[in-house]
Every structure is written in C-alpha cells, then in structure tokens.
C-alpha cells in the first residue's frame, strides 16, 4: 500500500493510536534492522540499537544561520504586508 493512501487514515487516528502507531513502527524498524526492543528479550540487541542511535549524527537546518535564507524570508515578509496593506 502506498504511503499517500496512508496518511489521510493515519491523520484521524486519536493521539493515543497515533502514539501506538509510533510504538508499533519503531519495533518493526528496529527488527528489520536486526534488534529487537520488545521486552524480556536480548538486551544485547537492544544495547547495540541504542549505541547505534547515540552514535548517530544529525544535521539540523535553521534559516537563522543562513544569510541568504534569512534574506529571503525577510523579503517574503515584507512583500506580504506591502500586499495585506493594499
């Protein structure tokens, strides 16, 4: 099934289910991934998880550290009261 027919459904669910829904992905991800997190099993598994996510590097994005971007946004702004005003 395809992601887009999933997500209409999925944005109804009551917070509790979509948190549920959370839970259930991140167990199937972590076991095709070949750790398992579901309690009372291997903590061998679930260790080499966690010090996989640890050692994990992310890049966050900001337009804040960007001039160019910052730039742009301000220019957006500007343009959008200049036409709210009009």
Do not use: Y
Not at 28 to 34: D, L, P, T
Not at 55 to 62: G, K, L, N, P
């Amino acid at each position: 099934m395809p992601l887009s027919e999933l997500l209409d459904p999925v944005s109804q669910l009551s917070h509790q289910d979509k948190l549920r829904l959370i839970h259930f992905l991140l167990l199937a991800v972590a076991k095709e991934e070949g750790c398992s997190l579901e309690a009372n099993r291997n903590s061998d598994s679930e260790s080499v998880l966690l010090n996989r996510l640890a050692s994990t590097e992310a890049f966050v994005w900001s337009p804040q550290s960007d001039s160019a971007a910052l730039q742009a946004l301000s220019d957006l702004l500007v343009a959008a009261q200049g036409t709210a005003h009009a």
